[in-house]
């Protein structure tokens, strides 16, 4: 027998999870949208009735209220997503080890053990039960031998719904939907596909594999292998994700950056934060990449690695500085910006610097950060900013002749 694998995607999830705490707005149609005085005001999820009201995900604010002029927005709470998020993860870790998130509200587990002797849609149904009666959610359920049919399974029919992808069957489910329904085919191979009038899953699978591959490279081989039902990848365990890939940090100005110095203190607020980040969790970047945003939402991205792992915003600033100045030619101004800071390692594992004065320089950068962490979280996070300013005070208190001075007297 094959594998079994689950994809399970919560419904609405955001807005659920809003519905829960205030059940008056399950009867109007809502959406949790982000802030709109800092140009984030777009809707990030909606609830059935908004949806109905033909409210996307995305679009402005206003442009959801001209459709839906009832339309209740609300603030959203992200910290409670991912506490209940991680509820969810830990019920479903009942059933197998193998659980492996794809974003805050879907993941893949891996089935093959538990339903050796059981219905896998019986089980999945189960699932949803619980869903429902112990969370006040619902979710649908892909059931399939890979994982990339068990995601489209979970897209297939919702919400609150279980749907089977089998060997048997995948061809008459799968074969007729859009190729753009496939995990991975973005808009770039769909419209690429569709000038060979390549348009639905089946037709990439009956398409020569040969070129495919010749007319989008290992894209097509692997899209190809997709729509026939060819994927063996793994469902990770349920404590893999610990072991984070990348720390991203990215921001959406008030309003247009059209100068250096605007960007770098950009950039240096984004790089001191993710710097905290990499301290929280004990990690050290060894690569950093820069994404750059323009006017007209063309997207620009360079990385390189870094000489030494870092947790110092300094270091990454400095370094997310170099990407900016080598990439950006201002032909337009720009609208956002982030940083994603790769290749972690463990703090201290990855830095094999042996000279005395480089490690001492390295520790005292430590403190100082440490100390940084410390007061933003206390009086929230900005109130220290320049580390320069900091490195003064810490230097006097680090002193150990004026510290025995103050206390021969
Ligand atoms: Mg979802």
Known sequence: MGRIVFHID????????????????????????????????????????????????????WEAKRKCPDLITVPSHYDLYVSISGKLKAMYTEYTDQVESFG??????????????????????????????????????GVSFNKVFAKLGSDYKKPDATTYISEEN???????????????AG???????????????????????????????????????????????????????????????????????????????TLHGLCSGTAARLRRRGLEAGGIALYVRDRDLNKYEHQRGLLIPTDSGKDLFEAAKVLFDESYDWHAPIRSIGIKCSKLTKAGSGSQISLFEVQEETERGKKINDAIDKINS????????????????????????????GTKK
């Open 10 to 61: 919560q419904n609405c999830y955001f807005a659920s999870v809003e519905m829960i705490s205030h059940p008056e707005y399950k009867n109007v149609p809502m959406a949790v949208a982000g802030d709109e005085e800092k140009r984030h005001g777009i809707i990030l999820a909606k609830n059935e009735l908004a949806s109905k009201a033909g409210v996307k995900t995305a679009e402005a604010i």
């Open 187 to 265: 808009k770039k191979s769909t419209s690429k596909l569709s000038e060979i009038n390549v348009r639905t899953i089946g037709d990439l699978a009956n398409a020569d594999k040969e070129y495919l591959s010749d007319y989008l490279g290992k894209a097509g081989i692997m899209l190809w292998q997709y729509a026939n039902g060819l994927d063996d990848s793994p469902v990770a365990r349920a404590d893999y994700e610990r072991e984070l890939k990348s720390i991203n940090n990215s921001t959406t100005t008030p309003e247009d950056m059209t100068n250096p110095e605007q960007v770098y203190g």
């Open 378 to 405: 206390r009086y929230g996070s900005g109130t220290i900013k320049s580390l320069a300013e900091l490195s003064g005070m810490a230097d006097y208190d680090r002193d150990p002749l004026r510290k025995e001075g």
């Open 170 to 184: 995948y061809k008459d489910i799968v074969w007729p939907l859009p190729v753009s329904d496939l995990l991975f």
């Open 104 to 141: 805050i509200d879907e993941c893949w587990l891996d089935m093959t053990d538990y339903c050796r002797d059981k219905d896998p849609v019986m089980v999945a149904d189960e699932i949803r039960s619980r869903v429902r009666n112990e969370f006040s959610l619902t979710c649908s359920v």
